[in-house]
């Protein structure tokens, strides 16, 4: 039998009542929101590149399926509402290893130059 893997997906929403709930993908669903082993993106980006039909169609599903922080196994990719100020500063790559170096502390660059 063949069980799909889901992956976590932070949700950071600028609203002040915001939860920074966390949510669960299937690996499918997952490859759509993020592909090419983006982890960082915004709604606006999402919906743009996989087109409105197709979002709503997983986000759907996916708010279906909220996780505790404190069960979730890992963070797999964070996902950005209300707020496309951002994306003047997340990285090209959308890759967590792939942040400007002046934005993250030391020892961030030393794991994340060890991971490119």
């Given at each position: 039998m063949h069980f799909n893997l889901m992956k976590n997906i932070l949700i950071v929403d600028g609203a002040m009542n915001a939860t920074f709930s966390v949510f669960q993908a299937t690996d499918e669903e997952f490859a759509t929101l993020f592909?090419?082993?983006?982890?960082?993106?915004?709604?606006?980006?999402?919906?743009?590149?996989?087109?409105?039909?197709?979002?709503?169609?997983?986000?759907?599903?996916?708010?279906?399926?909220?996780?505790?922080?404190?069960?979730?196994?890992?963070?797999?990719?964070?996902?950005?509402?209300?707020?496309?100020?951002?994306?003047?500063?997340?990285?090209?790559?959308?890759?967590?290893?792939?942040w400007d170096e002046s934005s993250i502390n030391e020892a961030q660059r030393r794991l994340f130059r060890s991971r490119r």
């Open positions: 592909p090419n082993g983006e982890e960082i993106d915004l709604v606006e980006d999402v919906i743009e590149r996989t087109g409105q039909a197709v979002a709503e169609t997983i986000f759907a599903r996916v708010w279906e399926r909220p996780v505790l922080k404190s069960e979730a196994q890992g963070i797999h990719a964070t996902l950005i509402y209300d707020d496309p100020s951002r994306r003047d500063y997340l990285p090209p790559s959308r890759r967590e290893i792939d």
